[in-house]
């Protein structure tokens, strides 16, 4: 069999070459980033192109900066999605990948061999789902979807598992009541799928709910006398009322009538009455009851008894926990410091990891620093500056998170109550709800390490 093979010679200059930059670089990164860095990162993306392994102090005199300007350009770029480093294990040298963000937006392009540039871009929108959201934004905003956008929609559907057609209805929801920032549409459409929302009639089935429950707090607020809006708290007491103890807005607002008359009708009155009424009937086990009993709820907590302060902690015949004031702090103590302790883990695996997370680190110590330092020093320009610096760090730091597959709060500290953050007592100076249980905790905690 005689075989031809063609090929066609090929120039060995690369500067009689072209090399192609996306669109979607120059819209979105080229028009704000530093101009060394956009230099920078064209000259890396022409040698990628062609195979060339750069020394960095020959392009660092090329460029007339500094090789640690160059790594500062590269930390940028990966700092924002665009690029990643590949590290060698025995030097600090490093390869720098070059990621497409068309790819990163619209899914891979399609691969035909037919050497036509302009139809493997028409054909790389493979990805129908996201196509699909952007051009539910685009209708619903009346203006074409920025990439730095498409980008956060496309994230968030990888990233947090948002089946599309939850945050489909997201958008058109949020337009709706007046929002069309993407980061407010990303909040409700996480927020829906962490309440298990798949479909569009699972979101609407959560919203009819809520608006029933709405319904129930206003009768109950209205009941009591109270002209502000319930808080998160509120809401999650009254909830328990309904979920927990089964209660229908008859029987809450028979509970709500024996407050009539007192000078400061409160939730957590009712609250009481209501979970004694349960308890009578053998509902609940383990009670907490060492909350400060100067006043009528304390009184009547768990059918009216008092409570008992033992030493350690102790379980009474009907089921029910005393724990003393003094290992309920220590638990919670023990749990702010155990919530502290891995944050810290997390940071350091990931800085180990992605080395681009000790800068992120150190500069965010640097601005602290100089906040703190300068606290009365610097003038209010400096600090706005300093300030303005920091949050844009943090935003940085979350897109870079999410990037390479983290949720954007994953260093952030991550407390067992976010609503006391492991104190028991809330902002407003209030026992949290998060008490009771708590109790039952360092009860078995405290007997356990009495044990060991």
Same mark, same amino acid.
């Given at each position: ?193 962490? %309440? ?7 979101? $609407? /089935?959560?919203? +009819?709910?809520?608006? #029933?429950?709405?319904? &129930? ?111 309920? %702090? ?7 410091? $155990? /919530?502290?302790? +891995?944050?810290?883990? #997390?940071?350091?695996? &990931? ?102």
């Amino acid at each position: 069999m005689n075989n031809t093979e063609f090929v066609t010679e090929q120039n060995k200059d690369v500067y009689l070459f072209s090399t192609e930059v996306e669109n979607l670089m120059i819209n979105e990164f080229f028009t704000s980033a530093n101009g060394d860095y956009v230099k920078v990162y064209l000259l890396g993306l022409m040698s990628a192109r062609h195979g060339i392994v750069e020394d960095r102090n020959k392009t660092a005199n090329v460029l007339g900066i500094t090789p640690d300007e160059i790594d500062a350009a590269w930390d940028y770029w990966e700092s924002v999605g665009v690029i990643r480093r590949d590290y060698m294990p025995d030097d600090d040298s490093y390869r720098v990948v070059f990621l497409s963000q068309i790819s990163r937006f619209y899914g891979n392009k399609k691969s035909r061999g037919s050497g036509n540039e302009s139809e493997e871009q028409d054909s790389r929108l493979v990805n129908l789902d996201l196509k699909h959201l952007y051009d539910t934004y685009e209708s619903v905003s009346g203006r074409s979807i920025p990439s730095s956008d498409a980008r956060k929609i496309a994230d968030t559907i990888g990233t947090f598992g948002v089946s599309p057609e939850v945050y489909a209805y997201a958008i058109k929801y949020s337009s709706d009541n007046g929002h069309s920032d993407i980061r407010y549409i990303n909040k409700v459409a996480i927020n829906w799928h962490k %309440e298990g929302c798949n479909t569009e009639a699972d979101v $609407k /089935a959560l919203l +009819d709910k809520d608006a #029933k429950r709405r319904y &129930l707090y206003g009768r109950i607020f209205k009941e009591i006398g109270f002209n502000r809006q319930w808080t998160s708290g509120d809401c999650e007491m009254m909830d328990r009322w309904f979920d927990n103890f089964g209660y229908n807005i008859e029987e809450v607002l028979e509970a709500v009538k024996l407050t009539a008359g007192k000078r400061e009708p409160s939730l957590r009155y009712v609250d009481a009455v209501l979970e004694n009424k349960y308890r009578k009937v053998g509902g609940i086990e383990p009670n907490y009851q060492t909350h400060n009993q100067n006043n009528d709820q304390g009184a009547r907590y768990a059918g009216g008894k008092t409570m008992k302060t033992e030493k350690s902690g102790n379980a009474n015949s009907d089921g029910s926990v005393n724990v003393s004031k003094r290992v309920l %702090e220590e638990y919670y103590k023990y749990l702010r410091e $155990k /919530a502290i302790h +891995d944050q810290k883990e #997390k940071q350091q695996k &990931l800085e180990t990891e992605m080395p681009i997370m000790q800068k992120f680190a150190s500069i965010e110590a640097d601005i602290k620093e100089k906040l703190l330092t300068g606290l009365g020093s610097i003038g209010k320009e400096k600090r706005t500056e300093l300030l303005q610096r920091q949050r844009e760090l943090i935003e940085q730091k979350k897109e870079f998170l999410a990037v390479n597959g983290y949720p954007e709060d994953y260093l952030e500290v991550k407390y067992k109550c976010p609503i006391c953050k492991d104190h028991g007592i809330t902002d407003d100076g209030m026992r949290c709800s998060c008490v009771k249980e708590r109790a039952d905790e360092a009860y078995r905690w405290n007997k356990d390490r009495q044990i060991k």
